[in-house]
T-cell receptor, first 115, second 111 residues
Framework: AQSVTQPDIHITVSEGASLELRCNYS??????LFWYVQSPGQGLQLLLK??????LVQGIKGFEAEFKRSQSSFNLRKPSVHWSDAAEYFC?????????????FGTGTRLQVFP | GAVVSQHPSRVICKSGTSVKIECRSL??????MFWYRQFPKQSLMLMAT?????????EQGVEKDKFLINHASLTLSTLTVTSAHPEDSSFYIC???????FGPGTRLTVL
């Protein structure tokens, strides 16, 4: 069955430090992968997505993610974190016949940023 | 880009009442929309798939008679929580197929 694992429940970094949020997926076919960010009490904002092609994907707000099929991973990175990046981050895989069908979400990683 | 709206953003109701939540695609047509539920401090779980002009399909464990879905037009899907109880209190969020975009969500609190 399809699944997404985000091993880190909570990460704390200092402002200006680099960031990497881990995501591993289990999916039989070519996965459609997404990263979303959610601020408290808010909806989801799409940061980036991977469907095919270049395995290094650029997103909004300076985020990027790299798809590594051999490791079944899709880690999110940012070279320099800003205090406004503090939020909950969700990795998801599209598990249906269409690329954004039936997203299966990981449990999320809460990012805390210290000044 | 694609925009999905939801109304209301927040609703508080008494136990036993029914609550309707709307999900609209603002600048595109969405023949299929998805409804998710997020309990506090948890991830999102797909509840059902809403199909314009046909019956919704529900995920395992979701009561179709409790969560009524109507997709009457190409831009509007509604979720009605019937006879709501406190355990139905949650964050309900929709998305439109093909967009990867989610609505802002509806916070339901049942007293």
């Amino acid at each position: 069955a399809q699944s997404v694992t985000q091993p880190d429940i909570h990460i704390t970094v200092s402002e200006g430090a680099s960031l990497e949020l881990r995501c591993n997926y289990s999916y039989g076919a070519t996965p459609y992968l997404f990263w979303y960010v959610q601020s408290p009490g808010q909806g989801l904002q799409l940061l980036l997505k991977y469907f095919s092609g270049d395995t290094l994907v650029q997103g909004i707000k300076g985020f990027e993610a790299e798809f590594k099929r051999s490791q079944s991973s899709f880690n999110l990175r940012k070279p320099s974190v800003h205090w406004s990046d503090a939020a909950e981050y969700f990795c998801a895989v599209g598990a249906g016949s269409y690329n954004t069908d039936k997203l299966i979400f990981g449990t999320g990683t809460r990012l805390q940023v210290f000044p | 880009g694609a925009v999905v709206s939801q109304h209301p953003s927040r609703v508080i109701c008494k136990s036993g009442t029914s609550v309707k939540i709307e999900c609209r695609s603002l600048d595109f047509q969405a023949t299929t929309m998805f409804w998710y539920r997020q309990f506090p401090k948890q991830s999102l779980m797909l509840m059902a798939t809403s199909n314009e002009g046909s019956k919704a399909t529900y995920e395992q464990g979701v009561e179709k008679d409790k969560f009524l879905i109507n997709h009457a037009s190409l831009t509007l899907s509604t979720l009605t929580v019937t006879s709501a109880h406190p355990e139905d209190s949650s964050f309900y969020i929709c998305s439109a197929r093909g967009s990867g975009v989610f609505g802002p969500g509806t916070r339901l609190t049942v007293l």
